[in-house]
C-alpha cells in the first residue's frame, strides 16, 4: 500500500502543472531566478511562415503545462507568457536546450506592439548572440514597472525540448561563473581520464582497452556538443553541430552495447547470439549515421533512441537474471550500467515526448546524469585496467610456472640424456668386459689344457718337458688368477657400501715388494727401496694389487733382457713409488686415456691385458688419499709412472 501511494503522489506532482491557468509571472527582485514552468501558452505554426503579429492573433493557443517537450517536429512552436514588473531591472531569459535551430524572443508592453528582443540559435551566427552563452539567452530590461508579454518562436532539428528561466542579472553572471568552474573541473576529470586510457592502450594495445578508449571519446564529445560548449569555443553551426552530434550518438550506440556485451562476459554464454547481435547493432548505427549525414536528422536519432530504450531494458533483466543465477559480471554490469542506463533511458524517453520536460527529468537528465556517467566511466576504466593487470599477473604466474615445468623437463632431459649416455657406456663396458673376459680366459685356460693332455699322453716324459708343461700351467694360472683379482677390485672399487671402504693396517712395504719381484723371472725387477720407508698404514690388499699392476703393465712392454726398475723414497709424510721400464714411445693419445677403464692404447694391442691395471691403480691410489700419475712418455727416456702415497691417513 506505501508503494502505490508514493506512486499516486508522483504521478500527482507530474500532472498537477495541467490543472494550472496560466497566469502573469511576477518579476520580483528579491527572487533571483524564476521558473516559467506552467506560466507559458503554447501554439504550433506547421508550416512557420507567422510573423508575431499574426502568431499573437492566431487560433489554437492552448495552456503549456510544465516546461516545453514538443519532441521531434519540424513545426515552429510560439510560447507566449504574460509578466508582472514591479520595478525596472535587468532580467535574463534562458533556454536550457543549447542545441535549438532558430530563436525569436519579441517583448511588449500591456496593449503596445511587438518588438524583436533577439535572435539566437544554432542557425544565427554566434557574434550576432545577444548574450555570448552556451545556450540562447535573452537580456530583458523593463523600462517601468507594469504589465509585459513575451513571445518566444522556437524551431529545432534536434528533439524541441528546453527549459526557460528569467534570472536577475546578476544571479546569472554568478550563476555562468559556477557553472564555467564545474565544467572544468567535470571534462577536466575526463580528460584525465582519457590520456590514461591512451597511455594505457599504447603501451598494452589491449582490444578492450581500445573499445573503451574510443566509447568514452564519443560519449565525452556527445556531452560537450550537446551541451553548446564546442559551438560557443569555436563557432562550429548548426550543420555541422547536428551531423556531428547524430553520428556520435548512433556509434556510442553500437560501442556500447558492445561493451555491455563484453564486461556481461556473454561471448562465454551464447557466442552465437554475441556473433550476430553486435554486427546487426554497427548495421543498424551506420544506417542511423548515413540519414543524418544526409540531412534527415530526425528520421535517423528516432530510430536510434527508440532502439536505446528495448536494449537497455532488455540488457538491464537480463544482467539481473544472470546476478541472481551466480554470474559473477553481472553484478558489477549492475553497479556500473545501472544508474547510467537509467539516466539515459529517462532522457530518451523525454526527447520522445513520452515524458514531460519538469524539475524531476530536468534534474535526472542533466546533473544525474551527469554523475552517472562519470561514475560509469570511471568504474569501466578501472575494470579494464585492473581486469588486464589481474591477466598480465596471471600470465606471469603463468609464464614463471611455465618457465619453471620447462627447467624440469629440461633437467629431466638432461638426466635422461646423461642416463643414456651412462646405459650406452656400461653397454659398451660388458661388450668389452666379455670380449676381454673371453680372451684374457681362453688363452690361459688353452695353455693349461694342452700342457694337461701332454702330461696325460706322455707320463714317461723327460724330467725337464715335464717341468716345462708344469711352468707354462702354473703361469697361466697366475695369469687367471690376477685376471680374477682385478675383477674382483674392479668391482670393490665400484661399491660405495662402508664395507668397501679401505681396511687401513700397518704394512711391511718392503716385504710386500719382495713378494711380488717373486712373481717374475729374476733380475726382471730391480728395487730400490730407501730409508724409511717400510712402514706406512694403508690397505695392503689393495697396494699389493696396485703393484703387482704397475710392475705387469711395466712388464709386458718392457724387451727381453731388459729390466724393470722400482724406486721407492720418503717425500715428506708420503711414499713415493716409481716404477720405470724401456718401452716405445707412448701417443699423446693414448696418454690422455692411459688410466681409463678397458682403454688399451696401440703398444697393448698385441700384447695380453684386460685393460683393468693402469685404471685399477689410479682408483686404488684414489681410495688410499694418493694419487698416480704419468712422468716420462717413453722414448729416448723410460715410461715412468710415479704412485703417491700417504705414510699415516688420518
Not at 125 to 138: C, L
Not at 294 to 322: C, E, I, K, R
Not at 426 to 452: C, G, K, N, W, Y
Not at 616 to 626: C, D, P, Q, T
Amino acid at each position: 500500500m506505501r508503494y502505490y501511494r508514493a506512486t499516486l503522489l508522483l504521478l500527482a506532482w507530474l500532472l498537477c502543472p495541467l490543472l494550472t491557468q496560466a497566469q502573469a509571472l511576477l518579476l520580483n527582485p528579491d527572487v533571483p531566478m524564476l521558473e516559467t514552468a506552467g506560466q507559458w501558452q503554447r501554439l504550433d505554426d506547421a508550416a512557420g511562415l507567422l510573423d508575431a503579429g499574426q502568431a499573437d492573433v492566431a487560433p489554437g493557443w492552448q495552456p503549456l503545462p510544465g516546461h516545453l517537450n514538443a519532441s521531434f517536429t519540424q513545426a515552429a512552436v510560439w510560447l507566449r507568457m504574460p509578466l508582472q514588473v514591479e520595478q525596472p531591472g535587468s532580467w535574463m531569459l534562458l533556454l536550457g536546450n543549447a542545441l535549438l535551430d532558430e530563436v525569436e524572443v519579441h517583448v511588449r508592453r500591456s496593449g503596445g506592439p511587438w518588438q524583436l528582443l533577439g535572435r539566437s540559435g544554432e542557425e544565427v551566427p554566434r557574434h550576432a548572440w545577444p548574450v555570448d552563452y552556451r545556450s540562447p539567452a535573452f537580456q530583458f530590461e523593463p523600462p517601468a514597472a507594469g504589465s509585459y508579454e513575451l513571445l518566444v518562436r522556437l524551431r529545432a532539428r534536434n528533439a524541441l525540448v528546453t527549459r526557460i528561466d528569467l534570472w536577475q542579472r546578476l544571479a546569472f553572471d554568478n550563476h555562468t561563473r559556477r557553472e564555467a568552474l564545474s565544467f572544468g573541473l567535470y571534462f577536466g576529470l575526463y580528460l584525465l581520464l582519457i590520456g590514461v586510457q591512451l597511455v594505457f592502450w599504447l603501451g598494452t594495445r589491449a582490444p578492450l582497452s581500445g573499445l573503451f578508449l574510443a566509447y568514452l571519446s564519443v560519449c565525452v564529445l556527445n556531452e560537450v556538443v550537446s551541451l553548446g560548449l564546442v559551438q560557443q569555443l569555436t563557432g562550429l553551426p548548426g550543420f555541422w553541430s547536428d551531423r556531428l552530434l547524430g553520428c556520435g550518438i548512433a556509434a556510442a550506440l553500437a560501442i556500447s552495447m558492445q561493451l555491455a556485451c563484453r564486461q556481461l562476459d556473454l561471448a562465454s554464454l551464447y557466442p552465437r547470439l554475441v556473433r550476430q547481435i553486435v554486427p546487426l547493432l554497427w548495421l543498424f548505427s551506420l544506417c542511423c549515421m548515413l540519414l543524418v549525414v544526409s540531412g534527415h536528422y530526425a528520421a535517423g536519432m528516432v530510430p536510434v533512441q527508440a532502439m536505446t530504450l528495448p536494449l537497455t531494458l532488455g540488457f538491464l533483466a537480463f544482467a539481473l537474471w544472470l546476478w541472481r543465477r551466480g554470474h559473477a559480471p553481472a553484478r558489477f554490469f549492475m553497479l556500473a550500467f545501472g544508474i547510467f542506463y537509467a539516466g539515459v533511458l529517462i532522457s530518451f524517453l523525454r526527447n520522445l515526448g513520452w515524458l514531460p520536460m519538469n524539475a524531476l527529468t530536468a534534474l535526472v537528465s542533466t546533473h544525474a546524469s551527469a554523475l552517472g556517467t562519470m561514475a560509469h566511466m570511471l568504474l569501466l576504466s578501472g575494470w579494464i585496467i585492473g581486469g588486464y593487470e589481474h591477466r598480465r599477473r596471471v600470465r606471469e604466474r603463468e609464464q614463471v610456472l611455465l618457465e619453471a615445468e620447462l627447467v624440469q623437463r629440461q633437467l629431466r632431459e638432461s638426466e635422461l640424456s646423461e642416463a643414456l649416455v651412462l646405459e650406452r657406456r656400461v653397454r659398451q663396458e660388458q661388450r668389452d668386459f666379455v670380449a676381454m673376459v673371453s680372451h684374457e680366459l681362453r688363452t690361459p685356460l688353452a695353455i693349461i689344457l694342452t700342457s694337461a693332455q701332454q702330461l696325460a699322453r706322455n707320463l714317461a716324459a723327460p724330467p725337464d718337458k715335464t717341468l716345462a708343461r708344469s711352468r707354462n700351467i702354473r703361469e697361466a694360472a697366475q695369469r687367471l688368477l690376477a685376471l680374477v683379482d682385478d675383477c674382483l677390485a674392479d668391482d670393490r672399487m665400484a661399491d660405495p657400501q662402508p664395507h668397501a671402504e679401505p681396511r687401513l693396517q700397518p704394512c711391511d712395504l718392503h716385504a710386500l715388494v719382495d713378494g711380488l719381484c717373486l712373481d717374475f723371472a729374476p733380475g726382471r725387477v730391480v728395487c730400490h727401496l730407501g730409508g724409511g720407508t717400510q712402514q706406512l698404514i694403508t690397505d695392503a690388499g689393495l697396494l699389493r694389487i696396485a703393484l703387482r699392476n704397475l710392475l705387469a703393465n711395466a712388464d709386458r712392454h718392457t724387451p727381453e733382457g731388459e729390466s724393470v726398475r722400482l724406486d721407492v723414497t720418503r717425500q715428506g709424510e708420503g711414499l713415493e713409488i716409481q716404477v720405470s721400464n724401456p718401452s716405445e714411445p707412448i701417443a699423446q693419445a693414448d696418454q690422455d686415456q692411459l688410466f681409463e677403464r678397458y682403454y688399451r692404447g696401440r703398444n697393448a694391442q698385441h700384447r695380453p691385458g684386460a685393460g683393468l691395471g693402469l685404471y685399477l691403480v689410479r682408483r686404488i691410489a684414489e681410495r688410499l688419499g694418493g694419487s698416480v700419475a704419468l712422468l716420462t712418455a717413453g722414448g729416448e727416456q723410460p715410461v715412468c709412472l710415479r704412485l703417491v702415497l700417504p705414510v699415516a691417513r688420518a
